[in-house]
T-cell receptor, first 110, second 114 residues
């Protein structure tokens, strides 16, 4: 089966601190991978997607960056967090049946 | 570009009531359509899908029919349960090559009371 692991599940970080969220995928090779953010009470915002190692496309200009150092690893980073970076971050893998999502990371910037 | 519009929420129903969540879309070509469900504190799960006109997707008592003539994919359930309380997202994947990207609606919060 195809599984997506995200960690940590919950994170509280001070403003100005760095961020690294990791997503790893099992059971498939060369997946299309996506990072979404869901602000409280709102819909899904696509942040980044990747079709292969080292290939990152950014959907919106922002304080975040993404990297794909390995085929099944997708990392979301920030050098200095802002209050507005708070939200629920979801990693997803694309496939024939749409997406498979990870369980998400709840980030609170204080 | 592609877009998905869902009915405004939140939707509040009593147990065993009939549910409809409207979803309409704009897309070129022949998109695939999806409904996802998000339970509190969790990621999204695929609920059902349809890949061509007149297809009916169904799962867990939920149904949605791909209506190309009205560009709609409304979600229905005949008798909701408290456990159906969640956020529901309609989504489409364009018929062109877009690396499998899905376009999501804004989500509809459903609350079912006993």
């Amino acid at each position: 089966s195809q599984t997506i692991h995200q960690w940590p599940a919950t994170l509280v970080q001070p403003v100005g601190s760095p961020l690294s969220l990791e997503c790893t995928v099992e059971g498939t090779s060369n997946p299309n991978l996506y990072w979404y953010r869901q602000a409280a009470g709102r819909g899904l915002q696509l942040l980044f997607y990747s079709v292969g190692i080292g290939q990152i496309s950014s959907e919106v200009p922002q304080n975040l960056s993404a990297s794909r150092p390995q085929d099944r690893q997708f990392i979301l980073s920030s050098k200095k967090l802002l209050l507005s970076d708070s939200g629920f971050y979801l990693c997803a893998r694309g496939g024939r049946d749409g997406y498979t999502f990870g369980s998400g990371t709840r980030l609170t910037v204080v | 570009g592609d877009s998905v519009t869902q009915m405004e929420g939140p939707v509040t129903l009593s147990e065993e009531a009939f549910l409809t969540i409207n979803c309409t879309y704009t897309a070129t070509g022949y998109p695939s359509l999806f409904w996802y469900v998000q339970y509190p504190g969790e990621g999204l799960q695929l609920l059902l899908k349809a890949t061509k006109a007149d297809d009916k997707g169904s799962n867990k008592g939920f149904e949605a029919t791909y209506r190309k003539e009205t560009t709609s994919f409304h979600l229905e359930k005949g008798s909701v349960q408290v456990s159906d309380s969640a956020v529901y997202f309609c989504a489409l994947r364009g018929g062109g090559t877009s690396y499998g990207k899905l376009t999501f609606g804004q989500g509809t919060i459903l609350t079912v009371h006993p």
